[in-house]
């Protein structure tokens, strides 16, 4: 939530100003000082889900500001190069590779690239989500009938692997409905962004929709084989308290943002 804050406020002082290539050094420069902090603290702990969502809030908000689009391509492809050269150092120099990737991490890369090799250690979790999905089928095997689930096979399903109790006990049209939900929150946090009268105003709702997104995609995507496994929540669904307070504080901000930015019967704005 404050690196929201903290970015939407660094890119307001500049005006949504059109910046050449050479002109956003400056201002990519102070997103990138901002962020590296935050992003680093948390991936020592390690808890490299919540840290990628910090670059996922970053790249959203540059995203939207006057930022050149050259500075944006350089960026992604530094990115890139960054995790060519991991893939460089695991292939060829293992030993130096496993001072930056801890072994839980490495584990968990091995079980998404091969879940049937490791189907009993590393790609437990992910091969018995995809199982329960699977037998979902279209309509779901009913509220709280679902094997994979009542059986104990998907470990953390209450947290972490909640949308493998959604595919299996409501199917593909439950697991669809709550995409589109999703799809409605965000296009509304949009439409708010492209109302507000404030610059600050719409970074922070630019924030908020990078924050969801991110969450969404990595968690949705970890339980069909998409993206690695993360300690990510699955917003508003997965028990657990300090990520639902994180996801109802940035919906605040985003009412907060609309409040100030609607428009009243008779044409008065209240502040």
């Known amino acids: 939530i404050f690196v929201i ?32 902090v935050p992003f680093f603290l948390i991936l020592i702990q390690p808890d490299l889900g919540t840290a990628l ?37 695991h292939n060829e120099h293992f030993e130096h590779f496993t001072k930056i990737i801890k072994p839980h991490q490495l584990d968990r890369i091995y079980g998404w690239l091969s879940p049937d090799e490791f189907d009993s250690t590393y790609g437990y979790q992910l091969k018995q989500s995809m199982l329960g999905i699977g037998s979902g089928q279209l309509l779901g095997s ?39 939900l999703y799809l409605m929150m965000i296009y509304r946090i949009i439409h708010v962004a492209m109302h507000a009268n404030t610059l600050y105003g719409l970074y922070i709702c630019a924030g908020v929709v990078g924050l969801i997104v991110f969450q969404v995609f990595q968690n949705v995507g970890m339980t069909i084989g998409l993206m690695p496994v993360t300690g990510l929540a699955l917003p508003f669904i997965s028990y657990g308290g300090s990520a639902l307070l994180t996801n109802m504080i940035a919906i605040g901000l985003v009412f907060s943002v609309n409040i100030r930015s609607s428009s009243y019967m008779f044409g008065d704005n209240w502040n």
Not at 5 to 18: D, S
Not at 53 to 59: E, G, K, N, P, Q
């Open 5 to 36: 804050l903290l970015l939407a406020a660094v890119l307001n002082q500049y005006k949504h100003q059109r910046f050449s290539f050479k002109e956003s050094i400056i201002p990519t420069s102070k997103v990138v000082c901002w962020t590296v």
């Open 142 to 180: 009913g509220f709280t009938q679902g094997h994979q689930v009542q059986g104990g096979n998907i470990p953390e399903a209450h947290t972490d692997f909640i949308f493998a109790v959604i595919g299996e006990e409501f199917g593909f049209i439950g697991a669809s409905l709550l995409m589109c």
């Open 53 to 89: 969502v910090i670059l996922s809030i970053a790249f959203t908000l540059m995203l939207v500001s006057g930022i050149s689009s050259k500075m944006m391509a350089a960026l992604m492809a530094s990115f890139i190069a960054l995790l060519s050269f991991l893939v460089y150092l």
